[in-house]
């Protein structure tokens, strides 16, 4: 059984930052793929980044290029993705998701319960 477990969500003032994580169990977390996705009120879900099993690939959604990074801790089993300059338009729920192959692809397999983000203006 796969769990992602997110944490490190909470209420930010625009211009400030959060660090979120996502500590993996149940399986090989060094094998696979990782990414985090969002999804706001009202809006569908939509990808904001994704990183390779070994992190040394890395992909971002337009929105938050230079603003986000993502990273991963393989030793660890967790990912975290640091977001900068935070705008309430990041406001939403984000999700760890995790799939079955090595590289960045656009299925995801395995899903977190999600961690609230709120950017006050």
């Known amino acids: 059984q796969v769990q992602l477990v997110e944490s490190g969500g909470g209420l930010v003032q625009a211009g400030g930052s959060l660090r979120l994580s996502c500590a993996a169990s149940g399986r090989t977390f060094s094998r696979y793929a990782m990414g985090w996705f969002r999804q706001a009120p009202g809006k569908e879900r939509e990808f904001v980044a994704a990183?390779?099993?070994?992190?040394?690939?890395?992909s971002y959604a337009d929105s938050v290029k230079g603003r986000f990074t993502i990273s991963r801790d393989n030793a660890k089993n967790t990912m975290h993705l640091q977001m900068n300059n935070l705008t309430p338009e990041d406001t939403a729920v984000y999700y760890c998701?995790?799939?079955?192959?090595?590289?960045?692809?656009?299925?995801?397999?395995?899903w977190g319960q999600g961690t609230q983000v709120t950017v006050s203006s």
């Open positions: 990183i390779n099993w070994s992190g040394g690939s890395t």
């Open positions: 998701a995790g799939n079955r192959y090595t590289q960045i692809t656009a299925s995801y397999d395995y």
